[in-house]
């Protein structure tokens, strides 16, 4: 059964904030930490920032915001905005002469969407951080969803809007479950049955299904050029005490959400990327039938999280 705050931050210690501009049509979105991170990045066209941090073997053992943002490589700039606020919070890893923030980012590409010259600055990501809180995350064409679109296969003319969208689970250990997504795929988004959700339109207003055009077409079926703006970026988050090992694990797990209701996907054209946090204040070790359980709880979420991400923009 759906908890009452059905998005990412029924997890404690969650906070999640969004900032945009319509007119650019683009945006960020911050999660506020403090928690422990892993990635499963499945795309190949990433743009990231210390993403590094994030692996198990990193010194520093705890992440204190992510980014998720629009503007492609421009957009990164927006990271500065979240260390600054945090710096003058005092928040970040231990060092002999400050407080260092770790705020890994990664991108989507919104660039022309709206504006070509605009993308997120650390203006925004500021007031994104202002803006978080642990309410239910707001979804839709919100945030780093701004400027998302879906299913671009016959050109951004033809493609279905984009977006945030967010869902949670019990874990049935007593333990919260949830994802957050920002879909800007190149392929459609499916529903459980891979019926097409969201994907280009024909000539006569049904929707196409891509991957049948390219099994008839092949790299003809592009409409003229190959898509230009994509990428979806996925969180799941816990409380459960989990460690960095097992944190990739658990986004791994997660990860396989994505093809499930996404397709194409991982193309030449995504940068597709999995985060997993845990809140919980020390890692324990964790069983693998209670992670293996974790894991398809989280793919879960992920999947309800991809379906909102266009149903409510």
Partial sequence: MAPANDTLTRVPGLRVGHAGDEQARTGCTVVLGPFRGACFVSGLATGTRELDALNPNHVVESIDALLLTGGSAYGLGAADGVVQWLRERGIGFRTPAAAVPIVPAAVIYDLGVGSAERWPDASM???????????????????????????????????????????AEESGEGYAVAALAVVNAVGDVLDGRGNVLAGPRLDDGTLAVSTELI?????????GAVPPSNTTLTVVATDAPLGRTALVSLARMAATAVPRRISP?????????????????EPRPCPPADLFALGVRAASALERAIERAVSRS
Avoid: M, N, W, Y
């Fill in 265 to 281: 996907v991982h193309t030449p054209f995504d940068g597709d990327i999995t985060f997993a946090l845990s809140t919980s204040a």
């Fill in 125 to 167: 990501a500021r007031a994104a951080c202002d803006a978080a809180d642990a309410a239910p995350v707001a979804q839709g064409r919100v945030g780093a969803g701004t400027g998302a679109t879906v299913g671009k296969l016959l050109g951004i003319e033809r493609a279905a809007t984009g977006g945030v969208g967010s869902a």
């Fill in 215 to 223: 099994r008839r077409r092949g790299a003809a079926a592009f409409a």
